[in-house]
């Protein structure tokens, strides 16, 4: 009882069924391992046994460099086992310590479960097992606690303080930042406020710093991840931000160079170098920076996700800076607008390998769209043709605002969506992966509102949720091993795989399928599977097994595209297998299964709603 109590308690073997943990439990092994035994060695046999830690640590070794110290209930040998290769890294105990052993059979039908799979990805993308480049800080740093960060307790002053006194007392305390609580909430006063709301606009020192703060600030709680917050200050162009505890309260100020620094290559350096930038050749000139920016978050494991993240707020920021050259060079939009991003676009999942997916809404209040357009296509065209510069291609299939049918009023617009939500037809259903993952870039005009009120009403439309069912189950992972994994059989691709198309484009369907089905309207993928989780449009298992792979597939393809720009080469979504380890080809099956078990029962559940 006392082995299957424990096991119970830790993953893969908590999803398992009593009586079947009960068997297992009976046939595990107890072996201890004084201080000092080596129980792997790397490169040597492969592993006879999955182990489990039950008392004591070990050490992880990389060429004998210490990358990670591992306690009870991780689990170890997994890949080896599986794979029959010699292990990537020697394990040694640290102390003495106790282990659980499980048997090849019995650990490849733990392993081979659903739980199991998600387990074993999840893994080898944490790094736990691909040690090739050991722990980086900086990896590491992105999954703390962001109150780790804060390094002295907030200061703060009175919303009546005077912005001479609030700088007096900002010098005194060596801070660049004031918290002012207000209202029940927090304001905060910078130094770049001081500089552009006072001095820039030449405003009286005796003005109170109530006037002139931002209110409320945009805190985080306490329990974030420093990462979490990382990517909140990008996406609303921001510094500082407040950490506050349970009740509100405020903790301390973390700033941007306290998350990530402000070296060349970091991704606030480059927004600020777009945003900073004097004119249209200067802006996409800061903007091919962007690979530096992305091969360095590679290098420190930044989770791949938040990469494709990242991409997508320094696409924005260029799409901003060039909007705002544009009407100062047209001159002020004729009527309220709005720039829409579309596809990967809207959802913010980016690679260096990209193209642009945008429209453009306008409300016509009244006048012909023949007045008006015409201001729109010069200045639709002037921002594509300055993201094309920057190295972002225009869309094939011409998903842009640069396109007249690309540009509508809102009226239009939702028009359009009706339609395709009536009968997709053989242009809703070619642009049915774009059009529905929309989100407002910039302009005044509130496009995203009309649309999403569509989506919420999805069940009025049940042709609809079939089309997007089925474009969920259409392409398939490529599960039919040859070789480790069903490669391009001919063509300028022949022996390569399309790790995007067949894999992390049929994650995104699978979600918006399921996210709209339920009548939501988050975009992000991850965000889609969560939320459908939420509302029970899937089960939980499926959400964390299809999030996992997702998150493991971008990383393949980030290290691709990185591989490549370091090779002089244009990036791609076709990975040779041949170049990926062992263990990521075994954890590219593994990912490519969960997608395949995903679209079975979305095909099931199509077919019962079809009887």
Same mark, same amino acid.
């Given at each position: 009882?006392?082995?299957?109590?424990?096991?119970?308690?830790?993953?893969?073997?908590?999803?398992?069924?009593?009586?079947?943990?009960?068997?297992?439990?009976?046939?595990?092994?107890?072996?201890?391992?004084?201080?000092?035994?080596?129980?792997?060695?790397?490169?040597?046999?492969?592993?006879?046994?999955?182990?489990?830690?039950?008392?004591?640590?070990?050490?992880?070794?990389?060429?004998?460099?210490?990358?990670?110290?591992?306690?009870?209930?991780?689990?170890?040998?997994?890949?080896?086992?599986?794979?029959?290769?010699?292990?990537?890294?020697?394990?040694?105990?640290?102390?003495?310590?106790?282990?659980?052993?499980?048997?090849?059979?019995?650990?490849?039908?733990?392993?081979?479960?659903?739980?199991? #799979?998600?387990?074993?990805?999840?893994?080898?993308?944490?790094?736990?097992?691909?040690?090739?480049?050991?722990?980086?800080?900086?990896?590491?740093?992105?999954?703390?606690?962001?109150?780790?960060?804060?390094?002295?307790?907030?200061?703060?002053?009175?919303?009546?303080?005077?912005?001479?006194?609030?700088?007096?007392? #900002?010098?005194?305390?060596?801070?660049?930042?004031?918290?002012?609580?207000?209202?029940?909430?927090?304001?905060?006063?910078?130094?770049?406020?001081?500089?552009?709301?006072?001095?820039?606009?030449?405003?009286?020192?005796?003005?109170?710093?109530?006037?002139?703060?931002?209110?409320?600030?945009?805190?985080?709680?306490?329990?974030?991840?420093?990462?979490?917050?990382?990517?909140?200050?990008?996406?609303?162009?921001?510094?500082?931000?407040?950490?506050?505890?349970?009740?509100?309260?405020?903790?301390?100020?973390?700033?941007?160079?306290?998350?990530?620094?402000?070296?060349?290559?970091?991704?606030?350096?480059?927004?600020?170098?777009?945003?900073?930038?004097?004119?249209?050749?200067?802006?996409?000139?800061?903007?091919?920076?962007?690979?530096?920016?992305?091969?360095?978050?590679?290098?420190?494991?930044?989770?791949?996700?938040?990469?494709?993240?990242?991409?997508?707020?320094?696409?924005?920021?260029?799409?901003?800076?060039?909007?705002?050259?544009?009407?100062?060079?047209?001159?002020?939009?004729?009527?309220?607008?709005?720039?829409?991003?579309?596809?990967?676009?809207?959802?913010?999942?980016?690679?260096?390998?990209?193209?642009?997916?945008?429209?453009?809404?306008?409300?016509?209040?009244?006048?012909?769209?023949?007045?008006?357009?015409?201001?729109?296509?010069?200045?639709?065209?002037?921002?594509?043709?300055?993201?094309?510069?920057?190295?972002?291609?225009?869309?094939?299939?011409?998903?842009?605002?640069?396109?007249?049918?690309?540009?509508?009023?809102?009226?239009?617009?939702?028009?359009?969506?009706?339609?395709?939500?009536?009968?997709?037809?053989?242009?809703?259903?070619?642009?049915?992966?774009?059009?529905?993952?929309?989100?407002?870039?910039?302009?005044?005009?509130?496009?995203?509102?009309?649309?999403?009120?569509?989506?919420?009403?999805?069940?009025?439309?049940?042709?609809?949720?079939?089309?997007?069912?089925?474009?969920?189950?259409?392409?398939?992972?490529?599960?039919?091993?040859?070789?480790?994994?069903?490669?391009?059989?001919?063509?300028?691709?022949?022996?390569?795989?399309?790790?995007?198309?067949?894999?992390?484009?049929?994650?995104?369907?699978?979600?918006?399928?399921?996210?709209?089905?339920?009548?939501?309207?988050?975009?992000?993928?991850?965000?889609?599977?969560?939320?459908?989780?939420?509302?029970?449009?899937?089960?939980?298992?499926?959400?964390?097994?299809?999030?996992?792979?997702?998150?493991?597939?971008?990383?393949?393809?980030?290290?691709?595209?990185?591989?490549?720009?370091?090779?002089?080469?244009?990036?791609?979504?076709?990975?040779?297998?041949?170049?990926?380890?062992?263990?990521?080809?075994?954890?590219?099956?593994?990912?490519?299964?969960?997608?395949?078990?995903?679209?079975?029962?979305?095909?099931?559940?199509?077919?019962?709603?079809?009887?």
């Amino acid at each position: 009882m006392e082995v299957a109590s424990f096991l119970a308690r830790h993953a893969p073997f908590d999803a398992m069924e009593p009586d079947r943990l009960d068997e297992l439990a009976g046939r595990v092994k107890t072996e201890q391992f004084p201080a000092g035994t080596v129980m792997l060695q790397q490169s040597g046999e492969p592993s006879r046994f999955l182990y489990i830690m039950r008392h004591g640590s070990a050490e992880i070794l990389d060429d004998g460099h210490l990358v990670d110290l591992i306690g009870e209930g991780e689990v170890f040998g997994a890949w080896s086992l599986l794979g029959g290769f010699g292990p990537t890294a020697t394990v040694r105990a640290h102390d003495d310590t106790t282990c659980f052993l499980i048997e090849p059979d019995d650990a490849k039908e733990v392993l081979g479960t659903s739980k199991g #799979m998600t387990f074993v990805v999840s893994s080898l993308r944490r790094g736990l097992v691909d040690t090739s480049r050991g722990r980086d800080t900086a990896a590491a740093d992105r999954y703390r606690k962001v109150s780790s960060l804060v390094r002295r307790p907030a200061v703060t002053c009175e919303a009546a303080t005077t912005v001479a006194e609030a700088a007096e007392l #900002m010098a005194r305390e060596h801070v660049s930042s004031l918290l002012i609580p207000r209202d029940g909430g927090l304001g905060i006063f910078t130094d770049r406020d001081l500089r552009t709301r006072i001095v820039g606009a030449r405003r009286s020192l005796e003005t109170p710093v109530g006037d002139v703060m931002t209110f409320p600030a945009s805190a985080a709680s306490e329990d974030a991840m420093a990462g979490e917050v990382l990517l909140l200050m990008l996406d609303q162009g921001f510094h500082h931000a407040p950490i506050v505890d349970a009740s509100g309260g405020p903790i301390g100020i973390v700033t941007d160079t306290d998350l990530l620094g402000l070296g060349k290559s970091t991704p606030f350096a480059l927004k600020s170098s777009i945003e900073r930038a004097a004119d249209r050749d200067a802006a996409v000139h800061a903007a091919r920076g962007l690979p530096d920016v992305v091969c360095s978050l590679v290098d420190v494991g930044t989770d791949p996700v938040d990469v494709g993240h990242i991409v997508g707020f320094t696409i924005d920021a260029l799409t901003r800076h060039l909007i705002s050259l544009a009407i100062e060079r047209l001159g002020a939009p004729p009527v309220p607008w709005a720039w829409l991003a579309l596809g990967s676009a809207g959802r913010q999942e980016q690679a260096l390998h990209t193209d642009q997916d945008h429209a453009l809404a306008y409300d016509l209040q009244g006048r012909p769209r023949e007045e008006v357009d015409p201001y729109f296509a010069e200045f639709a065209e002037f921002v594509t043709a300055g993201l094309e510069d920057a190295g972002i291609p225009r869309c094939n299939g011409d998903a842009m605002a640069a396109n007249s049918a690309l540009r509508k009023s809102i009226e239009g617009w939702t028009d359009a969506y009706k339609g395709w939500m009536t009968d997709p037809g053989v242009e809703g259903s070619v642009l049915l992966s774009i059009v529905f993952d929309y989100r407002r870039v910039m302009g005044p005009l509130d496009a995203e509102r009309p649309l999403d009120e569509l989506l919420r009403s999805c069940k009025l439309y049940p042709n609809f949720l079939r089309h997007l069912s089925r474009r969920a189950l259409e392409e398939k992972p490529p599960t039919g091993f040859f070789k480790d994994l069903v490669v391009e059989a001919k063509g300028q691709q022949a022996g390569r795989l399309d790790i995007k198309h067949k894999g992390i484009t049929i994650v995104g369907n699978l979600a918006r399928a399921a996210s709209i089905r339920a009548g939501l309207t988050e975009k992000r993928t991850i965000g889609r599977l969560r939320a459908a989780a939420g509302v029970g449009a899937i089960d939980e298992e499926t959400r964390a097994e299809l999030e996992e792979a997702f998150r493991f597939l971008w990383g393949v393809r980030l290290k691709h595209h990185v591989a490549r720009v370091r090779a002089g080469k244009s990036p791609d979504d076709f990975v040779d297998p041949s170049e990926l380890g062992p263990l990521t080809r075994q954890a590219l099956k593994e990912a490519f299964k969960v997608i395949a078990r995903a679209q079975k029962g979305l095909e099931s559940a199509l077919s019962f709603q079809l009887r």
